[in-house]
């Protein structure tokens, strides 16, 4: 694919995304606030500390078995937001609607959302609708932003983990990328996998309870798991090494991955989090997240250490492996 | 065109979107902050006073004479904070692009953006790409969400106008709808017409230091003035009545709006405000808004009055008339 032009797999959460957000937004956009590329920027507002985080919504199809993109648009905003720490204020959508739309349809989907929203604690502030004629939009975009207020209790960023510190994940992965994938119809699967969109907020700001033995948050999106981790290696300067078969995978994720010969490092998760925590408040970390009804299957996956190239590595009961970030687009329009 | 399928016209600005917005949008997402239906919420965080509001961009060309859909969607958001009485504190953006768009393309645009942005002292803070397949999106759209902090100074809303208040504009109408409709092309007509898009936050300003006597302030976007000074009457209970021929239109706009059997006062401005100030400050805050490079052809075009029924009434050379909300729309992805 030519370089002159935007490709699927520059919005597919991994390598290429990256060298779009870095090369092209940040380059032309420059600014401080923009510049951490954290999930959430941070804006003083007369004293007050305020998350400010936007995600734009392609999934298709709308709906899918665990959720849609209602759901998903409000959860993916809240989730940016719990994972920077901040807990979140309001909400704002943009809709971009294909002429021709069933009102009926839009009507669920924003009832959908309205209902996230509720679960969440937040409400959907002020929006905004646009109309296009039909062809020029494939049903229904949704474009969420959102604020919070910063929970003073933990000191986050990548710049806070050290060597030694340990690696929490809040339960199974690839849930949310395979649910959408068989709801696509293309696959004869006979396998029973729900999306895990779900708002982090709550468990969020347990975690938070932790103070600064709480380093960093992350949700592994679009690029899954992989992707995060790979970030989290290069923002830390340390080499994230982790036990493959500690990562909780459920059966059903897992048998769906070997079939389509995807590793479910890469598949993208709505309800799932990944965190640094201090060695010394590791196991205490891991009892608040599993007292919370989304951390049940969490489990302490691996550690930071000194390496001499900062890597992810993957231990595995055949040897240690390399673990890369979502190189291509498998799974397009999955959020 | 069926009820059951949402329509070009439900995304005009006019009396379908307001249908719209209020029977589907507020009635299932129903909550205090949204309610007002403003053009930004405001929202408590740690006793700051956060305005907040987003909107989207599918302006079709992307370019036209006088901007393009980047520094639109900052000049947009940036101007719903500013007529709220909000001081715009940091954007957000989320892109939807279509497989294919060239990069160089896309980078002269964020270009703009971050440009628009430096010109009205706001960063983009955090912002999110999603790629579709081509056909899947008319090359590429835009949502900005923008937050602000409330000027003290003034307390604004559609419920502090008064029977006796004058109405002021600060300048020329129609021209970005006009600019729009020439740049597809369609047209055989030699007129030279530029949207008015610019960021509306320093004279919005200067207003608020007319402390209480500014009551309300809009910039008449999509479904233009007329349609404004309807939710204005409707919002305050009292007829609008102006003097068409106070109101600044452009030679070449006019002649353009008489071609194409179109009113100006329906057409879309994307840098001019509307205000609402007491009697008593009308010609200080003329004086004001003149002084501003902005607000050069600023004029006092009405006052509000009691009435049986809350009109909009254009006083012209022949008599009075009603002026109706836009209904349909003659210009589709004007914004």
């Not at 298709?60 to 759901?71: N, T, V």
Request: glycine share 10%.
């Amino acid at each position: 694919m030519s370089d002159a032009v935007v490709t699927l797999a520059d919005g597919a959460g991994g390598k290429a995304s990256r060298r779009l957000v870095e090369g092209l937004f940040v380059e032309e956009l420059r600014n401080p606030l923009l510049e951490p590329l954290e999930d959430a920027a941070v804006v003083a507002a007369n004293g007050a500390r305020i998350a400010l985080t936007t995600d734009s919504y392609v999934v298709r199809p709308l709906r899918f078995p665990g959720g849609d993109i209602g759901e998903l648009a409000v959860n993916g905003t809240v989730n940016d937001l719990a994972v920077s720490g901040a807990a979140p204020l309001a909400l704002t959508a943009g809709f971009v609607i294909e002429e021709g739309f069933p009102r009926d349809e839009l009507r669920a989907l924003v009832a959908s959302m309205a209902a996230a929203a509720r679960a969440a604690g937040v409400a959907v502030a002020a929006g905004d609708t646009k109309v296009v004629e039909r062809g020029a939009a494939d049903g229904l975009y949704v474009t969420t932003a959102g604020i919070g207020l910063l929970d003073l209790r933990a000191v986050l960023g990548v710049d806070r983990v050290r060597a030694g510190d340990r690696l929490l994940l809040s339960g199974g992965i690839a849930e949310h990328g395979i649910a959408v994938m068989l709801a696509r119809g293309n696959l004869a699967l006979e396998v029973d996998v729900e999306s895990d969109t779900a708002p982090l907020n709550g468990l969020a700001a347990e975690l938070c309870s932790l103070g600064p033995e709480l380093r960093w948050m992350r949700d592994p999106t679009r690029g899954g798991l992989a992707t995060t981790l790979n970030e989290l290696a290069a923002g830390a300067g340390l080499t994230v090494a982790f036990d493959e078969e500690a990562v909780p995978v459920r059966e059903q994720v897992r048998a769906a991955c070997e079939v389509l010969g995807i590793d479910p490092l890469t598949v993208a998760n709505e309800g799932k989090l990944v965190a640094v925590v201090s060695a010394a408040a590791a196991d205490e970390a891991l009892a608040v997240v599993r007292a919370h009804p989304l951390g049940r299957d969490a489990a302490l996956i691996g550690r930071l250490r000194e390496d001499t190239e900062p890597l992810v590595l993957a231990q595995t009961p055949f040897g240690t492996r390399i673990v890369d970030m979502l190189v291509g687009d498998p799974l397009p329009r999955i959020c």
